[in-house]
């Protein structure tokens, strides 16, 4: 004979609690006396009834809101999984989970350094780099230098600077301030040579020098917008907010839209900090 | 699993109901202490002495052949005590329960503390039937009305969280017998 009442807990918890007529209750009472389960489940049900009634204050009082976490552990408790699955599976998972982002980073940082590399990214804003609408308040940027500008006149300046230009563009910035200032020593109204021997000492971080330089940047071509750009970033460094926004100000009149652009978002983090 | 013993009962197996008959006894008869032991005592050895006259008496469950013997003994002692019935006098069941259902208070605190901790895990609506039905002593009908459901949804209800409050606690050694 096989037993039909262990599972049913409700059942036995009416037996339980005397709400079973009377008829019933003398039939589960014959066949719980001779059945295990079912005693083990009478006297679960029993020893529960009792604890509940008797400490039900305790045991009722402020229990915490379970929240989905919780209902997905009791979910994965109940499930008829052997112990050494439910083990298994969240390591398993965990382990998928960390090769996928060590996977998805590794390809994201790829492909974003391909971007980077490509010419098309690097010329977009004529010569600058990257993009300034994040990110801290200066950030000195390389300035692509493509080629000594055509209107050179002077083949010795120009061979000069050619021999130059590589040595900037390799980011080898002392060297070629080293040899910027020998230029400007000999060719002082060479605009090329004050902007970017100010840019290498921007990078060298001889702010007071850069500054120099790229104000008598400004002087040979009042308005150019590179200048205007990097001796902005020269009094940012030294806290000159009062200029620099009057540089700003005038980027903003640029024709060049990436310059314009920048200034603007330089200006919007200028007056979040109040400065 | 779920299979008892269909057969005519052996000495062995009469010594083995000794925890159920207690527990009928204790719940049925609502007999207590020493009349408790004395009852449980007389039947076991009313069982087992008479157990060679059972042949399976039409088929009967070997527990009718049990509860016949405790029921006849569990009468007599009334009847010696002069009380025909069972006791009207209401019990502190929690009380009683110690020694039969409860080893002791110790386990029964700590019972408690345990249950707290397994029910915490139930969703709500679950613990809250618990609540009303066992703690606070509503009937199915009364606690619908005031969590404003229908009644079979309470009785669902109650079935599932009594499942899984089970499930629980018999994952959890310190709820084994």
């Not at chain 1, 590399?117 to 990257?130: I, K, N, T």
């Not at chain 1, 000999?186 to 090329?192: A, Y």
């Not at chain 2, 000495?11 to 083995?16: L, R, V």
């Not at chain 2, 925890?19 to 050895?45: F, I």
Request: charged share 25%; net charge neutral.
């Amino acid at each position: 004979m096989f037993c039909t009442y262990h599972n049913r807990l409700d059942y036995i918890a009416d037996y339980v609690r005397g709400e079973l007529a009377d008829d019933e209750q003398e039939k589960f009472e014959i066949h719980y006396l001779a059945c295990d389960e079912c005693l083990d489940a009478v006297r679960f049900m029993e020893k529960t009834s009792l604890t509940m009634r008797h400490y039900g204050s305790r045991i009722f009082a402020a229990i915490p809101q379970t929240n989905w976490l919780d209902h997905l552990k009791n979910w994965w408790e109940e499930l008829p999984l052997s112990q050494q699955w439910k083990t298994a599976i969240p390591a398993l998972a965990t382990y998928l989970l960390f090769v996928g982002i060590i996977s998805a980073g590794y390809y994201w940082f790829n492909s974003g350094m391909k971007i980077s590399q490509h010419p098309s990214h690097q010329d977009r804003s004529g010569g600058m780099v990257q993009d300034t609408s994040n990110g801290p308040l200066v950030e000195v940027q390389h300035f692509n230098w493509t080629q000594p500008a055509a209107d050179i006149t002077e083949p010795a300046l120009l061979n000069r600077l050619a021999e130059i230009q590589p040595i900037y563009q390799a980011h080898d910035y002392q060297l070629a301030a080293d040899r910027l200032t020998q230029v400007v020593q000999d060719f002082p109204q060479s605009l090329e040579a004050r902007l970017f021997l100010g840019i290498s000492q921007l990078h060298l971080k001889h702010s007071t020098a850069a500054v120099q330089n790229l104000e008598k940047a400004l002087q040979i071509r009042p308005e150019y917008a590179p200048a205007q750009w990097y001796v902005t970033q020269g009094y940012l460094i030294q806290n000159r907010f009062v200029e620099a926004r009057q540089q700003l100000a005038a980027l903003m009149k640029q024709q060049d839209p990436h310059f314009r652009k920048s200034a603007e978002q330089c200006l919007k983090k200028l007056n979040k900090l109040n400065k | 699993m779920g299979e008892i013993n269909a057969g005519p009962p052996s000495k062995d197996w009469i010594a083995s109901r000794r925890e159920a008959v207690k527990l009928y006894l204790w719940k049925k008869w609502e007999l207590r202490g020493d009349d408790l032991e004395d009852v449980l005592q007389e039947t076991m050895t009313a069982a087992l002495q008479s157990f060679s006259n059972y042949k399976g008496l039409n088929n009967a469950e070997p527990g009718t052949y049990l509860i016949g013997i405790a029921k006849n003994i569990a009468h007599s002692h009334f009847r010696r005590l002069n009380r025909h019935e069972r006791r009207s006098a209401p019990i502190e069941e929690f009380a009683e329960s110690l020694g039969v259902i409860f080893r002791d208070e110790v386990e029964a605190e700590e019972l408690a503390k345990l249950l707290k901790e397994k029910i915490s895990k139930l969703p709500k609506n679950y613990v809250q039937v618990l609540e009303l039905i066992f703690y606070k002593g509503y009937r199915e009908r009364e606690a619908a009305a005031e969590l404003g459901i229908p009644a079979e949804k309470v009785y669902s209800l109650k079935s599932d969280a009594l499942k899984r409050l089970r499930k629980l606690c018999l994952k959890d050694p310190r709820f084994r017998p």
